[in-house]
């Protein structure tokens, strides 16, 4: 079985902003494959269903990102899930929006959801980063914290968009191909024009 997390924060509030890049990823990947509707389980809402001989749980953590390791943990240990087995779909800032990066382990790199699951698991777990860029400084001069609240300015979009298909895509295919195939394809490829 498989596990495949998508991060951000519940609410009509937070639904198209930045932090939500992982929760947005999630749901294409849903529609694209048929899942089933989503449904509560524990402090996640859950869907399930197969990619290929795979069974694969989806989650949307509901705990807000700080906390989100609680609810990837709780999972992980009903189903019995290998950290080598959860793929964790995020934002993240060192990314240009559009672009995506698939690793296994690493650090949190200031990014409270992740910090939180790595706190939380005791393996290594996989992750699919989705670009969002770094706040221009003269605009956020309170820090990233505003910036990930954001959404996408309208000339992002676009790219943004074409990667959130993206992401559904390679999750789909860390699933059926392996991390070393998947992450071969994803990480080469060029930075698209905004």
């Not at 596990?3 to 009509?12: A, S």
């Not at 990947?29 to 069974?55: C, M, P, T, Y």
């Not at 990014?111 to 393996?123: E, Q, T, V």
């Not at 860390?174 to 195939?181: D, P």
């Amino acid at each position: 079985m498989r596990l495949i997390v998508g991060l951000g924060n519940p609410g009509p509030k937070y639904e198209r902003t930045r932090h939500n890049a992982g929760f947005m990823a999630l749901a294409r990947l849903a529609a694209k494959e048929g899942f089933e509707a989503a449904v509560h389980f524990g402090q996640s809402r859950i869907s399930k269903g197969r990619l290929g001989n795979d069974k694969v749980i989806l989650a949307w953590p509901q705990t807000f990102m700080n906390l989100s390791g609680e609810a990837v943990r709780e999972l992980a240990s009903f189903h019995k899930i290998p950290g080598e087995h959860i793929l964790v779909m995020h934002d993240d800032m060192d990314i240009e929006p559009g672009r995506l990066k698939l690793a296994l382990g690493g650090g949190a790199a200031g990014h409270n959801g992740l910090a939180s699951i790595i706190a939380s698991l005791p393996d290594e777990f996989c992750r699919l980063k989705i670009g969002i860029g770094r706040p221009p400084k003269e605009i956020f001069v309170r820090g990233s914290a505003d910036y990930v609240l954001t959404g996408f300015a309208a000339p992002e979009w676009p790219a943004v968009d074409a990667a959130l298909d993206e992401a559904a895509d390679a999750a789909r295919d860390w699933v059926r191909e392996g991390l070393a195939r998947t992450q071969g394809r994803i990480n080469r490829k060029k930075r698209p024009e905004l």
